[in-house]
């Protein structure tokens, strides 16, 4: 056995094996534990523990890497572009000319969405949040696609039900957007490219003639490459429990459209804009905003700062930090959220509080700013943030079936009552 670490327990010693990955990383394998020892472990929300090993995304937190099956980001967010990502988030390589154009045209084939599902959307109320509408649409494509239902489907047919969710998921969400407005739908449009398609989706009115910004596409195509993956995170993990049930592939997207909608993770993106107006409407005092954020008995916290994994500035939201500036001068609009947003970040950086906590800002702190500049809404923002996290959410869940994983089912230490007889309503005193 290369490498383990010795367990005493009770006087008596266990033998715990040691996993290494290829980044060095190093996992204790406690599989057998509870088998050999009658313990389990602890951790309140996975801070300390790995639910498998995978070859998908590779995170280092201390020294702010971010690694797409091997590539870096940030030489992905300049030269790449979203779908050849996708594909090699999903089947492991980057496509070659041919393999990426059939990929784009399999995806440009399967747009449009069951005329039955604008029946469905009829039944939205217009104050209907998007992330709702959307993760009730995509679990509604098990109805129309119900051999997704068979866990035993051959890869040919898993893979076209993973082109229908890439080419269908920007319809269901611009039209989810189109439903809240009131405004008609907008078909899909096959001369389009991808993120061209879902512009036109979401912008383009009967009366007039759209033509996506080139600006705005090529920012949207880099938002949506920085958004891809992010190994094990809450979302990426839903996608997995819900998978490993053997749910459709569907539900298990739909289940991680949940769990990202939470104001702690992909939430995060509309909160810290609303955190930015508020900051600004009340005359732009960050300094207060900042204490507020160190103050135990404030629920105020810092949204767009802090995360589980880096303990140094996220590479993303370096990149996109970058990329605001470029995007709102090449659109010609100046936004005082961004003035803002950086003396926050400054201010929160000088402050011993955030220093000790190694809290930087994370992806979520400066995406909503170039959204605004695209003219997307706020309440569209963390659909903007499933659409890039889409292919990453297929690629977990596919390397989860494909290393057939058992059903996700941990267990707990029970610290309720213990055994008692049942008395009659008669016989209670309370
Ligand atoms: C995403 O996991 C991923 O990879 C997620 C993501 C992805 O790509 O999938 O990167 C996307 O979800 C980014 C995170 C977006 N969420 C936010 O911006 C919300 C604000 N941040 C947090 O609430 C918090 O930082 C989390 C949820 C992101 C991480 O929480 P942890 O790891 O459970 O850490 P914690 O809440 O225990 O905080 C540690 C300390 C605490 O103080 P003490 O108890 O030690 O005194 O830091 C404090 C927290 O109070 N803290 C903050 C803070 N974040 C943490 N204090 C003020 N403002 C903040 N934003």
Request: glycine share 6%.
């Amino acid at each position: 056995m290369s490498r383990y670490a010795e367990l005493i327990f009770e006087g008596k010693k266990y033998i715990l094996p040691v996993v290494e990955g290829t980044e060095k990383e190093l996992g204790l394998d406690i599989s057998k534990l509870r088998d050999e020892t009658g313990l389990i472990t602890l951790d309140a929300g996975f801070k300390n523990t790995g639910s498998n090993t995978s070859a998908i995304t590779f995170l280092d937190g201390e020294l702010g890497i971010l690694r797409y099956r091997g590539y870096a980001i940030e030489e992905l967010a300049e030269k790449s572009t979203f779908l050849e990502v996708a594909h090699l988030l999903i089947y492991g390589e980057l496509p070659n000319k041919a393999t990426l154009s059939n990929f784009q045209k399999d995806i440009t084939m399967h747009t449009l969405v069951h005329e039955d599902m604008r029946k469905i959307f009829d039944g939205f109320p217009a104050s209907s949040h998007p992330m709702g509408v959307l993760a009730s649409l995509v679990c509604a494509l098990t109805a129309f696609y119900p051999n997704a239902l068979d866990p035993n489907l051959s890869p040919a047919e898993t893979d076209l039900h993973i082109i229908r969710l890439l080419a269908k998921m920007p319809t269901l969400a611009a039209w989810a957007y189109k439903n809240e407005m009131g405004h008609p739908l907008n078909y899909p449009k096959n001369s389009l490219s991808y993120c061209e398609n879902f512009l036109q989706m979401m912008f383009a009115y009967p009366t007039e003639d759209f033509h996506p910004d080139p600006v705005v596409v090529d920012a949207l195509d880099k938002l949506l490459i920085l958004h891809a993956d992010h190994e094990q995170n809450c979302s990426a993990a839903t996608v997995r429990v819900v998978g490993s049930s053997h749910a459709s592939l569907y539900s298990a997207i739909a289940a991680g459209i949940n769990a990202l909608w939470g104001p702690l993770h992909g939430g995060a993106n509309q909160e810290v804009i609303e955190m930015l107006q508020e900051i600004h409407a009340n005359g732009g005092n960050v300094k207060k905003y900042v204490e507020m954020a160190k103050d135990k008995n404030s629920t105020f916290r810092l949204m767009g700062f802090g995360h589980r994994v880096y303990k140094n500035y996220d590479p993303r939201a370096k990149i996109i930090k970058g990329a605001c500036d470029n995007v709102l001068n090449k659109l010609g609009v100046s936004d005082p959220l961004l003035d803002i947003a950086k003396e926050l970040e400054e201010a929160a950086l000088k402050d011993s509080y955030f220093v000790e906590r190694k809290l930087y800002p994370n992806v979520d702190f400066y995406s909503g700013v170039i959204y605004r500049a695209m003219g997307i809404p706020t309440e569209m923002f963390t659909v903007m943030f499933a659409l890039g996290r889409l292919p990453g959410w297929i690629a977990q869940w596919r390397e989860m079936r494909q290393m057939k994983l058992p059903i996700s089912r941990p267990r707990q230490i029970y610290t309720g009552a213990t055994l008692r007889p049942y008395v009659p309503m008669g016989n209670r005193e309370k």
